[in-house]
């Protein structure tokens, strides 16, 4: 990506009489457009009455203004406390302004002594609210408390006591006292002139440290024109302004700090980089408008027909095989996924619900069938309540924290197996310890209390060494990254912090015999955008994507980035090594819109993000830097799987899910594809008409050399005969009809993941 042009404004202040710099001035700059101004940056003027704001194209060129190469300039000065407006050259327009732009402005004596700032009413009440505000990022910065000191003495309240007891440095303001605070100065002055008063003031407290940083200046832009029914506008803004500052970075960094110290809590692991103190008090002024529209699409998506949970636990055994179980294959199949045990709150998403395991065992030709819940602490306090408390990942979080959490930790995703333990995984989360074979929940995986993350839901197990690799992501707060491996006995030896600009959605990534492969994509959190009813996760199809390639056991400082166009990874199918040469095999789409479906006016789908997956081969070399990319196959499908004793390793043989495009928007599978890169060729295998699956795993025959030599396991719903079924389906015959097909003693839901474990395994 081309670098953007940085632009410069200069210039100085001063009485007009005497020549003398007037410090402390709010200088504001604007790019004059038809609808709204741009704002370019905003600064004090210093004790010389002289300033300087640097912006950039991004500040001023939207995306629909690419054409505007320059912007049309103009300033505005304001008192201290930006209650009044001393000069403005918006009449005066510099038209296509230079790179460099300067400003003289004198202001006559007679307007400074007419000048009188104006605060509002109950000084002693607002001073200490602002003084709690300055306080809510754990810090009082020297420009805040200048700027609050000066305002002390200017209405007379500098030898108040308590005043003076709250600018000491030593003593801060707890963010649950600021609010109370805040609470009983809008009882008081709640009209909308009493509002924007303490909004100005708010907003010179804001840049009294200087002028905001970026991440500040886009949360403030992105929500300067939302609005939300039935809130009045006074109350909005305070919202947003509350919003930022806790989004502080170095607030955020502060309480994340504070909770990987204590991450032995059940409620840090569960919360992840949620931050539960700022949220507290952010959560009385939250707003999230329902829509009434996407509520009901998502609800009879994800709620209706083979997506609708079940809410019986069985076991049975002897179950009814069509065809005959190979006696080689002794273990347990397992396929996690959601499966909500009380109606849900707010807008429900598939990705929501309760974790459920359902197991298929087979030993010596006979099956058994049992699921249960994964019974996390967010789920058995729902259960002993009776009702549903913590809604779903695009509703706001529970910022009161109930029972000490604001995020629920469904463990609905898959499983992996290390170490001799079963772990069901959720990527927000911690893993939970899975006893077999009764699928008993026996806790949380800590690692000896050394996980300071959240834990992928697709961990990668080393078949030679034993390793596990995994990361978290955090959604918030930095690092929004972090990554760790896990030895072959169980003991958690790293963890390594890799910088992202901006938090990311990473499902899944990539591991090699030597080198580490994390997905840099824009599907980006957006948590701001919540408070206006929006969604908090939004794919940005204009950001650039990344491949990150690490070498397994190294830090941050060892970590490349190689640029491809913007696209979208859920899956990764395998990586390896050849000659200089890393290459990464997965499902790439070119959006992601979490599988919610748009529609037009005249009611057709205009977003099915399936429809875009295909199997997608990168070549990147590590002593060019250039990276090399192409199609293997451009029929839709997804979750990618292989013989997993060649992870990491050149493999021959990969099978995928085929996406089924006429039942959009229904994210369903009609058949499995098996790829042959060895000779670029590819079988498919039909589940028949109106039978539909999803993941599958490769199990391999016990003693065997060849890749393929094993069978394919995956779970169907035959949509006609309303029943169940887990398919056996032999990799080396892979048109022909299953060997056995296990006809389940009840209806098994669409889920997520699928494994197996093995007898030996676990014996």
Not at 51 to 57: G, K, L, P, R, V
Not at 340 to 363: C, E, K, R, S
Not at 401 to 411: D, F, H, R, S, V
Not at 466 to 495: C, H, N, R, W
Request: glycine share 6%; proline share 6%; with cysteine.
């Amino acid at each position: 990506m081309q670098n953007l042009i940085l632009f410069k404004i200069t210039g100085k202040v001063y009485e007009a009489e005497s020549g003398n710099g007037i410090p402390n001035l709010i200088i504001e700059a604007f790019d004059k457009d038809v609808f709204k101004s741009d704002n370019l940056g905003q600064v004090k003027t210093d004790s010389n009455g002289t300033f300087e704001i640097t912006y950039s194209q991004a500040d001023f060129q939207s995306k629909y203004e690419i054409w505007e190469s320059n912007p049309d300039l103009y300033i505005v000065v304001k008192t201290p406390n930006l209650n009044e407006i001393l000069y403005s050259s918006e009449n005066n327009i510099r038209n296509n302004a230079k790179k460099n732009e300067h400003f003289d402005i004198p202001i006559p004596k007679a307007t400074l002594l007419a000048t009188k700032q104006k605060l509002p009413k109950d000084n002693r009440q607002l001073l200490k609210l602002l003084i709690g505000i300055a306080w809510i990022d754990g810090e009082l910065e020297p420009g805040e408390q200048e700027f609050l000191q000066s305002m002390a003495n200017e209405k007379g309240l500098a030898d108040d006591p308590e005043i003076k007891s709250l600018l000491s440095p030593d003593l801060p303001v707890q963010p649950e006292e600021c609010y109370s605070w805040l609470q009983a100065y809008l009882k008081n002055h709640s009209s909308d002139k009493d509002f924007q008063e303490l909004y100005q003031v708010l907003n010179s407290l804001m840049y009294s440290d200087g002028e905001l940083d970026s991440q500040e200046k886009e949360l403030l832009a992105e929500l300067v024109n939302a609005k939300v029914e039935n809130v009045p506008s006074y109350q909005l803004t305070l919202q947003r302004r509350f919003m930022s500052m806790m989004l502080n970075s170095k607030f955020l960094a502060s309480v994340v700090q504070m909770e990987q110290s204590s991450v032995v809590n059940q409620t840090a692991l569960v919360t992840g980089y949620y931050t539960r103190v700022p949220y507290q008090v952010l959560s009385r002024f939250s707003v999230n408008e329902n829509n009434k529209a996407i509520n009901h699409e998502l609800s009879k998506l994800y709620l209706t027909d083979n997506f609708a949970p079940i809410h019986q636990e069985i076991f049975a055994e002897n179950l009814a095989v069509i065809g005959k179980l190979p006696e080689e294959l002794q273990g347990t199949f397992l396929r996690n996924g959601p499966n909500p045990q009380f109606q849900p709150l707010g807008l429900y998403h598939w990705f929501d619900g309760d974790g459920m395991l359902h197991a298929v065992t087979i030993n010596n030709g006979r099956a058994s069938y049992r699921n249960r819940y994964i019974r996390t602490q967010g789920f058995e306090l729902e259960q002993s309540l009776g009702r549903a408390v913590w809604p779903g990942l695009l509703n706001l979080p529970r910022f009161d924290a109930p029972y000490g959490l604001m995020m629920k930790n469904p463990a609905n995703t898959s499983c992996v197996w290390h170490n001799g333990q079963l772990l069901a995984l959720w990527e927000a989360g911690a893993p939970h310890i899975i006893q077999l074979p009764d699928l008993e929940t026996l806790g949380v995986q800590t690692f000896n209390n050394k996980l300071a993350s959240t834990f992928t839901a697709h961990p990668k197990v080393d078949p030679v060494t034993g390793e596990m690799m995994f990361y978290g992501f955090a959604p918030i707060a930095p690092p929004y990254l972090e990554y760790s491996v896990v030895s072959a006995d169980g003991e958690l030896k790293q963890t390594v912090p890799i910088d992202l600009p901006v938090p990311v959605m990473i499902h899944d990534f990539a591991i090699t015999e030597n080198y580490t492969i994390f997905l840099d994509m824009p599907l980006l959190f957006k948590p701001m955008q919540s408070i206006t009813g929006h969604l908090p996760i939004k794919f940005e199809p204009k950001s650039k994507s990344r491949i990150g390639i690490l070498p397994r056991h190294g830090d941050n400082r060892t970590i490349r980035w190689f640029e491809v166009p913007s696209c979208m990874v859920i899956h990764t199918a395998n990586a390896y090594e050849d000659g200089k040469e890393v290459v990464l095999i997965a499902c790439r789409m070119d959006y992601f819109n979490l599988l919610i479906p748009s529609y037009s006016d005249s009611g057709e789908i205009t977003n099915f993000d399936l429809e875009t997956l295909k199997l997608f081969c990168w070549r990147i070399n590590l002593v060019t830097g250039v990276v090399k990319q192409e199609v293997l196959d451009d029929v839709p499908s997804e979750f990618p799987q292989i013989n997993n004793q060649f992870l990491g390793r050149k493999n021959r043989y990969i099978y995928t899910s085929r996406v089924a495009p006429y039942m959009k928007p229904k994210p369903v599978f009609d058949g499995l594809i098996k790829y042959d890169l060895g000779t670029n060729n590819s079988q498919i295998h039909e589940f028949g008409r109106g039978r539909f699956g999803g993941d599958t795993t490769f199990v391999s025959r016990p003693g065997t050399t060849a890749e393929d030599d094993g069978w394919l396991l995956t779970m169907v719903w035959d949509t006609v005969a309303k029943q169940s079924e887990l398919l056996i389906i032999d990799a080396q015959n892979f048109i022909s009809e299953p060997v056995a097909r296990v006809i389940m003693p009840g209806r098994v839901p669409y889920g997520f993941h699928a494994t197996w474990i093995s007898s030996v395994a676990m014996a």
